[in-house]
T-cell receptor, first 113, second 111 residues
Framework: KAGVTQTPRYLIKTRGQQVTLSCSPI?????VSWYQQTPGQGLQFLFE???????NKGNFPGRFSGRQFSNSRSEMNVSTLELGDSALYLC????????????FGPGTRLTVL | GEDVEQSLFLSVREGDSSVINCTYT??????LYWYKQEPGAGLQLLTY?????DMKQDQRLTVLLNKKDKHLSLRIADTQTGDSAIYFC???????????FGSGTRLLVRP
């Protein structure tokens, strides 16, 4: 099976802009989670979607949002970008039917200038 | 509360065993994971252990879980230069898909 794919891999934006990142889970996986990785804060959970519904949410401001489509692909959006939003954004997928392991994609490196 | 701690750095000689340690605070942790991250890459799932287990072995990897002390360790036998990376310990609770990660241990394998 193909792994988790994320697009784009690299992105440069300026403060105040908005950005949309995309994640395609492993075929058959219905749960998609998003994480932010920064040198200062480490890996932090953003949110998790299952069957187009957000099931869990981390402690991030409302500028961070996401959605999931009927084919389980997910997007996350960050509006009004700040310098501190520069990070590696990782997407993980899992079957979603219970307690199962999460498999991560390669990430999208976002740089905000 | 939720907190996972790891030592920041470990240096070993090629061929030796590496032991990476992790402590967690939440006794309701259900699964505990080890992920590997190489430079510029995402997270690779190495292995995981369910909280009712004490040990799990998978080829060169051995995971030990001490529930009483909330201590988790990853032993890599016959460590190779390709094992140089950052290793993250993570926990998940109940049916939540939220993973709580440690800060990562950078493993350097010297030739």
């Amino acid at each position: 099976k193909a792994g988790v794919t994320q697009t784009p891999r690299y992105l440069i934006k300026t403060r105040g802009q908005q950005v949309t990142l995309s994640c395609s889970p492993i075929s058959g996986h219905r749960s998609v989670s998003w994480y932010q990785q920064t040198p200062g804060q480490g890996l932090q959970f953003l949110f998790e979607y299952f069957s187009e519904t957000q099931r869990n949410k981390g402690n991030f401001p409302g500028r961070f949002s996401g959605r999931q489509f009927s084919n389980s692909r997910s997007e996350m959006n960050v509006s009004t970008l700040e310098l501190g939003d520069s990070a590696l954004y990782l997407c993980a997928s899992s079957p979603g039917g219970g307690l199962d392991t999460q498999y991560f994609g390669p990430g999208t490196r976002l740089t905000v200038l | 509360g939720e907190d996972v701690e790891q030592s920041l750095f470990l240096s070993v000689r090629e061929g030796d065993s590496s032991v990476i340690n992790c402590t967690y605070t939440d006794s309701s942790s259900t699964y505990l994971y080890w992920y590997k991250q190489e430079p510029g890459a995402g997270l690779q799932l190495l292995t995981y252990i369910f909280s009712n287990m004490d040990m799990k072995q998978d080829q060169r990897l051995t995971v030990l879980l001490n529930k009483k002390d909330k201590h988790l360790s990853l032993r890599i036998a016959d460590t190779q230069t390709g094992d140089s990376a950052i290793y993250f310990c993570a926990e998940s609770m109940d049916s939540s898909y939220k993973l709580i990660f440690g800060s990562g241990t950078r493993l350097l394998v010297r030739p």
